[in-house]
């Protein structure tokens, strides 16, 4: 009996027989699986769970000069900002950009841009309907027509008077 116990322990002291990772080369994921510790704050979810690239782990994120820090982690280089493409992933690159044509107005979204002559049309143009919203119709005489003036109010940014 004494070989079959030999080769027993022999057997579980192999590596590949070992739970968790070597603490000196590698590194354990949240989901178990082992990494090399060179992996970790790479900027690459190695682990599969993000847990190689987390904040508590890596500090937090920096992007190289040049490059632009979006709200998810990932860095974009920053002449990709503003280009209309959603290279975040998350659209930050794309938030708090202005029209391409300056003489549009911003929807609600903060993504879509419309001609001023759109809000308050009665035709939804912005997908969240804002160029529909907060407007009053005035009737104004001009000469013998009359004139259709409509106030659209702009929140924390006045009114915006389109005459139609």
């Known amino acids: ?12 002291a192999h590596p590949a027989f070992q739970q968790g990772c070597n603490p000196d080369s590698q590194f354990e994921c949240t ?8 992996w970790t704050c790479d900027r690459n979810d190695d682990c599969g769970d993000m847990s190689d ?3 508590d782990l890596c ?6 000069p040049g490059e632009f820090l979006c709200e998810n ?5 920053e002449r990709w900002i503003c280009d209309g493409d959603n290279d ?14 300056p003489s549009h107005v911003k929807c609600d979204d903060e993504f879509t841009c419309i001609p001023p002559e759109y809000i308050c049309d009665g035709i939804r143009d912005c997908p969240d309907n804002s160029d529909e919203t907060n407007c009053t119709s005035l009737a104004r005489p001009q000469g ?19 005459k139609h």
């Open 1 to 12: 009996m004494r070989p079959i116990l030999f080769v027993l322990v022999l057997t579980l």
């Open 31 to 38: 989901n178990g699986h082992c990494i090399p510790i060179n």
């Open 53 to 55: 690239e987390s904040e």
């Open 59 to 64: 500090g937090p994120q920096l992007c190289d």
């Open 73 to 77: 982690g990932n860095c974009i280089p």
């Open 88 to 101: 975040c992933g998350d659209l930050s690159d794309e938030r708090n950009c202005p029209c391409p044509n």
């Open 144 to 162: 013998s027509l009359l004139r259709r003036v409509v106030e659209h109010k702009l929140p924390g940014k006045g009114k915006l008077y389109i």
